[in-house]
């Protein structure tokens, strides 16, 4: 089983709202990230958690708060978005922190109003 | 800092061969993949090459890597309106974390 599962598939949500997305992978992987990818553009790496430590913030906006309960389920709480963090929201995992197979998740397609 | 550089788009009839061109500036890459992303989807990994190597081949794709040019390169044989995508390079090297290309988008027409 080489899947990654992300909830929700699309959300809309307000300026004042608080939000989660939630992702979840079974392949014992020990290393999981969160991506941010606008239209027509490469995937922007945003945290890396390893063993269930951050690992990696890529200088993301603290309205941006990952979480990791434990080794299967990485979640991005949202607070306070701005229109442009519209985009959408990659969840990847792999063995080791950047091992060399990253498995993707299919992605939730943030809108911010 | 790490630049990995793809052409736009690319057209192609069904039943012909796509390459899909990419160059990387980090010469200490250690590996190098290609990945898939079909609309509003996520990202497939299709296959991926060690920088030793210099081909590897996996059923209808093979990979060209020319490490002296810091040269890739994802050919399909028999493309097909499946493979209608984005096609994205990546590597990893200095910097660890996946750098990914400015992906190609692949239009396979009847």
């Known amino acids: 089983d080489t899947e990654v599962t992300q909830t929700p598939k699309h959300l809309v949500m307000g300026m004042t709202n608080k939000k989660s997305l939630k992702c979840e992978q079974h392949m014992g992987h020990r290393a999981m990230y969160w991506y941010k990818q606008k239209a027509k553009k490469p995937p922007e790496l945003m945290f890396v958690?390893?063993?269930?430590?951050?690992?990696i913030n890529e200088s993301v906006p603290s309205r941006f708060s990952p979480e990791c309960p434990n080794s299967s389920l990485l979640n991005l709480h949202l607070h306070a978005l701005q229109p442009e963090d519209s985009a959408l929201y990659l969840c990847a995992s792999s063995q080791g922190e950047f091992s060399y197979e990253q498995y993707f998740g299919p992605g939730t397609r943030l809108t911010v109003t | 800092g790490e630049d990995v550089e793809q052409s736009l788009f690319l057209s192609v009839r069904e039943g012909d061969s796509s390459v899909i061109n990419c160059t990387y500036t980090d010469s200490s890459s250690t590996y190098l993949y290609w990945y898939k992303q079909e609309p509003g989807a996520g990202l497939q990994l299709l296959t991926y090459?060690?920088?030793?190597?210099d081909m590897k081949q996996d059923q209808r794709l093979t990979v060209l890597l020319n490490k002296k040019d810091k040269h890739l390169s994802l050919r399909i044989a028999d493309t097909q309106t499946g493979d209608s995508a984005i096609y994205f390079c990546a590597e990893t090297g200095t910097a660890s974390k996946l750098t990914f290309g400015t992906g190609t988008r692949l239009q396979v027409t009847l």
């Open positions: 958690y390893s063993y269930e430590k951050l690992s």
């Open positions: 090459i060690f920088s030793n190597m």
